[in-house]
């Protein structure tokens, strides 16, 4: 148990579907994150939100789209995917501290997404 | 030249061996300096976390820093079959919340 769940862990979907993925943290954190994680390649930030605000996009396509209703649930909307799409998408969370600048973030299990 | 580099592997090693996994990187505003492991199908769980330059030891594992060199290590210690994972850096600036910048990761395999 990470303190972040993530809904559904494998999601297979065709290009003009739509979908969501969800994710809770149970750990009180002020600051949640969506990453992608593919083959060979570094995870990459995708969104920041942070005390349900936006706070950084990082150049993701519009069929993307995140949502932050609350500070303890993100979720991630998917819309007429590509297949290069399929990845591990991976959900964190944070507490920054704004005195120490300490931000340490932990991930949850992440929802395999497969694009046919 | 990338921010992170980070040897992918795979590294595999006999149980016991002492295990040695690096990064270099290429912006000196890296102040913060973090491990994780990634067991297969799983998300990343942080290993260990660093300010600035030294050393930090928790059980086996020790991190070291180096700013002047711009070049972070993990040592393992008597590796273990459990040990088997990918292995990730990151790091980030200070004062900054998100962007967490990430190696490729290391595959590490501890045989019995």
């Known amino acids: 148990e990470t303190g972040v769940t993530q809904t559904p862990r494998h999601l297979v979907m065709g290009m003009t579907n739509k979908k969501s993925l969800k994710c809770e943290q149970h750990l009180g954190h002020n600051a949640m994150y969506w990453y992608k994680q593919s083959a060979k390649k570094p995870l990459e930030l995708m969104f920041v939100?942070?005390?349900?605000?936006?706070?950084e996009n990082n150049s993701v396509p519009s069929r993307f789209s995140p949502e932050c209703p609350n500070s303890s649930h993100l979720f991630l909307h998917l819309h007429t995917l590509q297949p290069e799409d399929s990845a591990l998408y991976l959900c964190?969370?944070?507490?920054?501290?704004?005195?120490?600048?300490?931000?340490?973030?932990?991930f949850g299990e992440g929802s395999w997404l497969t694009v046919v | 030249q990338k921010e992170v580099e980070q040897d992918p592997g795979p590294l595999s090693v006999p149980e016991g061996a002492i295990v040695s996994l690096n990064c270099t990187y290429s912006?000196?505003?890296?102040?913060?300096f973090m491990w994780y492991r990634q067991y297969s199908r799983k998300g990343p769980e942080l290993l260990m976390y660093?300010?600035?330059?030294g050393n930090k030891e928790d059980g086996r594992f020790t991190a070291q820093v180096d700013k002047s060199s711009k070049y972070i290590s993990l040592f393992i210690r008597d590796s273990q079959p459990s040990d088997s994972a990918t292995y990730l850096c990151a790091m980030r600036m200070g004062g900054s919340q998100g962007n967490l910048i990430f190696g490729k990761g290391t595959k590490l395999s501890v045989k019995p």
């Open positions: 964190a969370s944070s507490q920054f501290a704004y005195r120490t600048g300490r931000n340490t973030i932990y």
């Open positions: 939100y942070s005390l349900e605000e936006r706070v």
């Open positions: 660093t300010y600035s330059s």
């Open positions: 912006n000196s505003a890296f102040q913060y």
